[in-house]
């Protein structure tokens, strides 16, 4: 009995050591390539700067705009980041030791795209506000931005490996995914963005919050499984 | 038969409309080490992807220790060591970097060796540069430095001696003569002319293929 309970500590302990081990390993191989970090940014911050400049410098006008700008925006460079995700592992046979690996695929599947919905999804919800002052974004919108962004990236993330993990396999797959993928985005996209709004009129956002975390949920019990398929596929041919 | 350790019957394969083996039939018995032939391309690689589970694009039966290999997925992982034909050796990580990943995923193999296998495989001193850093062969050292910490009964190598010099070839000669006295099997693929006196056993793909049936 006792041995039973030790064994089954034991597997308990490989397997958050295997979680761990993966964020780990994800952290530092976004760090040391910091291009790849730095470009989803990069490409968020840009679509703020442009957007002014092309449209109306008119404050009014672009508050109007900014919760739909800065959410598609987000949107925009999740996907931008999201073909790289299980690219390298794939050319350089990670992937391969990753499927033939006797520890269950989902698991590592989840602290690979929580690590890395960490480094752009989160840092994105960081910058936010930044970008809201940049488009005139009154101060009563940013917590709702904050929030809707801090629910509704990590979904993102999650349907996005999923189009990741299915066009792996392809030479040029980052335009599959996006084909894939942004009809999945949308209803993210829509409550994202109202959200916001609400938040500005100063109308109750709890409902639309409510809304993003069942998507979140959905996402978290549901992607990981099905981005484990979409490698066994991918890989099998 | 339960003794044998993995069994294959009947297996076709087709690729791009060309039959690659047809009616391929052979079991690997523990202490066995066998060695794939054939002119490039006549299927090493993808026989060493179906034989260890990654490709599905087979017909035929494959059985792990006497069972349905499809059934005893779990187990057959966990006994197997698959080397493919990428190293899966991650360029800005170190060896040891690379070798702690590989350890968390499979859960048999002791992290703290992991110093000694990067010094049987030669790489004393190597430790902590990024792999971009390393040569080709010290790369496909890293990854044959899994070989030192496995405690799997089955090697699948797919040209485990490409960019390894003389000397590393002699030394992981005498780890695969070692590991089947042991009581492990070894398939794998080589252009080398193997010098293991042993009981080495030679599958020739170009006699399989539909072509010569």
Not at chain 1, 167 to 181: H, M, N, Q
Not at chain 2, 8 to 30: H, I, K, M, Y
Not at chain 2, 145 to 160: N, T
């Amino acid at each position: 009995m006792t041995m039973q309970t030790n064994s089954e500590d034991l597997q308990r302990q490989s397997l958050s050591g295997l979680f761990w081990a993966t964020c780990r390993r994800e952290y530092l191989l976004s760090f040391r390539r910091k291009s790849d970090l730095v470009n989803p940014l990069i490409f968020f911050l840009m679509v703020a700067t442009l957007f002014p400049l092309g449209v109306s410098p008119e404050p009014g006008f672009l508050a109007q705009l900014a919760p739909g700008v800065v959410w598609v925006a987000a949107l925009l460079s999740t996907l931008l980041s999201m073909d790289a995700l299980f690219r390298s592992d794939y050319e350089d046979g990670s992937l391969e030791q990753l499927l033939l690996s006797p520890q269950p695929l989902f698991l590592v599947v989840l602290a690979k795209v929580l690590a890395h919905w960490s480094v752009t999804g989160l840092a994105l919800t960081v910058m936010a506000p930044l970008l809201g002052l940049m488009l005139f974004l009154p101060a009563e919108g940013m917590p709702g931005l904050m929030l809707s962004l801090l629910l509704g990236t990590p979904t993102l993330s999650l349907v996005g490996a999923i189009g990741a993990a299915l066009t792996v396999g392809l030479r040029k797959g980052g335009v599959l995914i996006s084909l894939l993928v942004l009809p999945l985005y949308i209803p993210v996209l829509i409550f994202g963005s109202s959200a916001v709004q609400a938040a500005v009129t100063g109308l109750p956002l709890g409902g639309y919050l409510a809304l993003l975390g069942a998507l979140l949920a959905l996402a978290l019990g549901l992607a990981p499984l099905a981005i484990s398929a979409a490698l066994r596929i991918s890989m099998s041919s | 038969m339960p003794d044998q350790l993995l069994t294959v019957q009947n297996l076709f394969c087709e690729r791009d409309d060309r039959v690659l083996f047809n009616r391929l039939g052979f079991s690997v018995a523990p202490g066995e080490i066998i060695q794939i032939e054939g002119q490039n391309g006549s299927g090493k690689t993808t026989l060493m992807r179906i034989l260890s589970g990654l490709s599905r694009h087979y017909e035929g039966d494959i059985f792990w220790r006497g069972e349905p290999v499809e059934q005893v997925r779990d187990d057959f992982c966990r006994d197997l060591l698959y080397f493919g034909h990428q190293a899966g050796v991650k360029a800005v990580l170190t060896p040891q970097e690379n070798l702690r990943w590989y350890a968390a995923l499979s859960p048999a193999i002791n992290a703290a060796d992991i110093d000694h296998a990067l010094e049987q495989v030669g790489l004393r001193g190597f430790e902590d540069v990024p792999c971009h850093s390393l040569s080709a062969g010290q790369n496909r050292r890293v990854s044959l430095a899994r070989l030192y910490l496995s405690k799997a009964p089955l090697w699948i190598l797919d040209e485990p001696f490409t960019a390894i010099d003389k000397k590393g070839v002699a030394a992981k000669e005498a780890l695969l003569l070692r590991h089947a006295q042991r009581g492990g099997s070894v398939i794998l693929t080589t252009h080398h002319e193997l010098g293991i006196r042993g009981p080495v056993r030679k599958i020739n793909l170009d006699q399989c293929a539909g072509t010569s049936t």
